[in-house]
């Protein structure tokens, strides 16, 4: 085990970080993790709070444009080797992904769009993203280094992982093709790590702010921690973090962290 070292990778849509930005502070102090991936951040370039990050002990790179979207990594292990975009036209559809090297892992943050309906040209468009992520990783990287590919999916990878399968029959996020593209980004050579150690139904990462469904437990697991093998192997926790979406002004995801280990 010399040099190995454990390191706690997270990932959270906070849904406008200029609105949760106190919230992302409070929780980074408690839960002390070592890399966040996030998404929704909606904040331009210029814009995203670096100076409160750093006072927190970490870099931080930010993907976006001030309007919908955007993705940040933020980490207290290293920030080097920054890249955005698929590289194929990806800003077609707004900031969704920026990858970076921390602490000896390759960090994706990626917010995969959401397909709208299934008769919706934002349908095809979503599958056709994640065809595109795939490529990234192709090109980028490989299946035998430790990579991480952190964010918010906007798929439920199996029944299991919605409240009640009925209700969404027909609609975005569990239909056959996504879980399928879902499937092929794996085949890649990841693993839904969090999955692998926890097989429980109902585990879920995001609820509706409407109709109570946080209290009644009506959610969905649409953020994922997907990793190569390297790092699944020596992965020991992960945690969904409810408490951080309760109290005031949370977003309608909540993080998700594994503690694994590098070197």
């Given amino acids: 085990m ?40 909606k904040q331009a370039d210029s814009a995203f709070p670096h100076e409160a990050f750093a006072a927190l002990g970490y870099e931080t790179a930010h993907h976006g ?8 990594i933020a980490s207290r292990v290293g920030l080097a ?17 920026i990858a970076a090297e921390c602490g000896g892992v390759r960090v994706l943050s990626v917010y995969v769009p959401n397909g709208r309906a299934l008769d919706s040209e934002h ?9 595109g992520l795939r490529a990234l990783l192709d090109r980028t990287t490989s299946p035998d280094r430790p990579v991480a590919v952190c ?13 009640d399968p009925s209700q969404f029959e027909g609609m975005t996020h569990v239909s056959r093709p996504e879980r399928d593209a879902l499937a092929d980004l794996e085949s ?24 109570g469904s946080f209290h009644r437990h009506r959610g969905m697991r649409i953020d994922l921690i997907l990793v190569t093998e390297v790092l699944a192997d020596r992965t020991t926790y992960g945690l969904i973090d409810r408490n951080a979406r309760k109290g005031e002004k949370p977003s309608d995801h909540t ?4 503690d694994t280990v590098v070197g």
């Fill in 65 to 72: 444009d001030g309007r919908w979207n955007g993705v940040a």
């Fill in 188 to 211: 890649w050579g990841l693993v839904d790590v969090f999955r692998r150690l926890y097989p429980d139904d109902e585990l879920f990462t995001w609820w509706d702010y409407r109709g």
């Fill in 151 to 163: 964010g918010d999916f906007n798929v439920a990878p199996e029944d299991r992982d919605v409240w």
């Fill in 81 to 97: 080797d920054v890249s955005t975009g698929l590289g194929s036209g990806e800003d077609e559809q707004g900031t969704r992904v």
């Fill in 255 to 258: 993080p998700v962290f594994i």
């Fill in 123 to 131: 349908y095809p468009a979503k599958l056709a993203w994640l065809a």
């Fill in 2 to 41: 010399t040099g190995r070292r454990r390191v706690r990778i997270a990932t959270w849509n906070v849904n406008s970080l200029t609105a949760r930005l106190p919230r992302v502070e409070e929780w980074i102090g408690y839960a002390q993790p070592d890399v966040v991936c996030l998404q929704e951040t």
